[in-house]
């Protein structure tokens, strides 16, 4: 697994990790939650890269790559940066699986920057988002302690977080969740993209500080992507409501799948990364030989 850079338009130094494959034509392309990192799909890397090559991005702000300085955390420059990244490949195409707002960004590529993959994967996130659900997520962030004694404390913290996640997951994801800064640990995940990405006077507890006024564009992105595509949801999650789901794989996708990771809530990568690792693998396996 190979730790890269490359800049993004507006000059900032964005990482991600890069498993080669002989492969020269394909390449899977993963796309992290809020907070999450590369790292997050560590697991589905290693099983995908049996047949592909694979990038797994840091997101600006989130992982290795820099905070922005200007604070320009969005959806759209999100969609930016990942656009400037995919013309820095070889690659003709692609296999896109997003978690939450990595799904959310791939739809606004599909829809501002005329982008197609071959198949698009959309774990845990919608158009439309579970109110209660998107709160407990701005919650957690906002109150995510800045400094933490060691790796020892922020796993125990991820795991009162993350409750349904297998602990060696929960492990990994602290081992690479805090960055040495001004001498003391801190969580790689700028604080401040929690408040780009939500009104901090808000206290309506709904999702409509998220969503709006993305929604109906991503409802509309959905409707274009002629890919076969999948929407995979936790059993239990707090964001993606089952009507949602069904709306969109069988409503607005063109050639649209539903699928349920049992025994997990919204991180699904991390909660049954077992069952999650090879609903993915097999669905890219099919639609390679359709």
Same mark, same amino acid.
Request: proline content about 7%; hydrophobic content about 35%.
């Given at each position: 697994m190979q730790s890269r850079y490359y800049q993004a338009d507006d000059g900032l130094n964005l990482h991600y990790l890069y498993l080669p494959h002989d492969n020269s034509e394909t390449c899977c392309l993963l796309l992290h939650g809020f907070t999450n990192d590369a790292h997050i799909f560590d697991g589905l890397s290693t099983r995908l890269n049996h047949h592909y090559p694979v990038i797994s991005v840091d997101f600006r702000g989130h992982g290795d790559s820099d905070w922005d300085p200007n604070e320009t955390y969005s959806h759209s420059q999100l969609a930016i940066d990942v656009m400037a990244l995919i013309r820095t490949q070889p690659f003709k195409k692609w296999h896109i699986i997003g978690h939450s707002l990595g799904a959310r960004v791939a739809m606004l590529m599909i829809a501002r920057h005329q982008f197609q993959p071959i198949s698009f994967i959309c774990a845990d996130t919608g158009p439309d988002v579970r109110a209660a659900g998107v709160k407990k997520v701005r919650q957690d962030a906002e109150n995510t302690p800045r400094f933490f004694a060691d790796q020892a404390s922020f796993r125990q913290y991820l795991a009162n977080i993350y409750?349904?996640?297998?602990?060696?997951?929960?492990?990994?994801?602290?081992?690479?969740?805090?960055?040495?800064?001004?001498?003391?640990?801190?969580?790689?995940?700028?604080? =401040?993209? /929690?408040?780009?990405?939500?009104?901090?006077?808000?206290?309506? #507890?709904? !999702? &409509?500080?998220?969503?709006?006024?993305?929604?109906?564009?991503?409802?509309? =992105?959905? /409707?274009?992507?002629?890919?076969?595509?999948l929407i995979?949801? #936790?059993? !239990? &999650?707090?964001?993606?409501?089952?009507?949602?789901?069904?709306?969109?794989?069988?409503?607005?996708?063109?050639?649209?799948?539903?699928?349920?990771?049992s025994r997990a809530g919204h991180a699904v990568m991390v909660d049954n990364p077992a069952e999650f690792e090879e609903k993915v693998s097999t669905f890219i396996k099919k639609t390679a030989h359709s």
């Open positions: 409750v349904f996640a297998e602990p060696e997951r929960v492990q990994k994801m602290a081992e690479h969740g805090l960055k040495w800064h001004n001498e003391q640990w801190i969580p790689k995940t700028d604080p =401040a993209f /929690s408040t780009a990405l939500w009104n901090p006077e808000s206290n309506n #507890g709904n !999702a &409509s500080d998220l969503k709006a006024p993305l929604n109906e564009e991503l409802w509309d =992105a959905l /409707s274009k992507i002629q890919c076969p595509s995979l949801r #936790g059993q !239990a &999650s707090a964001i993606l409501g089952r009507k949602t789901a069904e709306k969109m794989a069988y409503e607005t996708l063109p050639t649209g799948e539903l699928d349920t990771v």
